[in-house]
């Protein structure tokens, strides 16, 4: 069973920096496909950025390009969303999210990891006053 443990959230005020992180236990595979959503009160969940482990390709939301970084230490089975210039708008619950063993996907995307079938963390907190 695999099991996303986030960790990392606060509260910071505008223009500060946080880094998350996403230790992963259960997977068996050697390549996964690995992100973050975020979720405000009020709104709906929206995918800020995803990985392919294995490949190392990235993606990020339009409105996090060039403030965030997604990363990954593998022998660590740990994921990171480094957050600089954070906004009052990137408040809200940051999930990190992993595909679902056996890897059916062909490539990595928000969607593999919006499935049903992905596993999801408890949620960290991130606010960030102005």
């Known amino acids: 069973q695999v099991h996303l443990v986030e960790s990392g959230g606060g509260s910071v005020q505008a223009g500060g920096s946080l880094r998350l992180s996403c230790t992963a236990s259960g997977y068996t595979g050697s390549r996964h496909c690995m992100g973050w959503f975020r979720q405000a009160p009020g709104k709906e969940r929206e995918g800020v950025a995803r990985?392919?482990?294995?490949?190392?390709?990235?993606y990020y939301t339009d409105s996090v390009k060039g403030r965030f970084t997604i990363s990954q230490d593998n022998a660590k089975n740990t994921m990171y969303l480094q957050m600089n210039s954070l906004k009052p708008e990137d408040a809200g619950m940051y999930y990190c999210?992993?595909?679902?063993?056996?890897?059916?996907?062909?490539?990595?995307?928000?969607?593999?990891?919006?499935?049903?079938?992905?596993?999801w963390g408890q949620g960290t907190q991130v606010t960030v006053s102005s």
């Open positions: 999210v992993g595909a679902a063993e056996p890897r059916r996907w062909p490539a990595c995307t928000m969607s593999v990891l919006a499935s049903e079938r992905s596993n």
């Open positions: 990985i392919d482990t294995g490949s190392g390709s990235t």
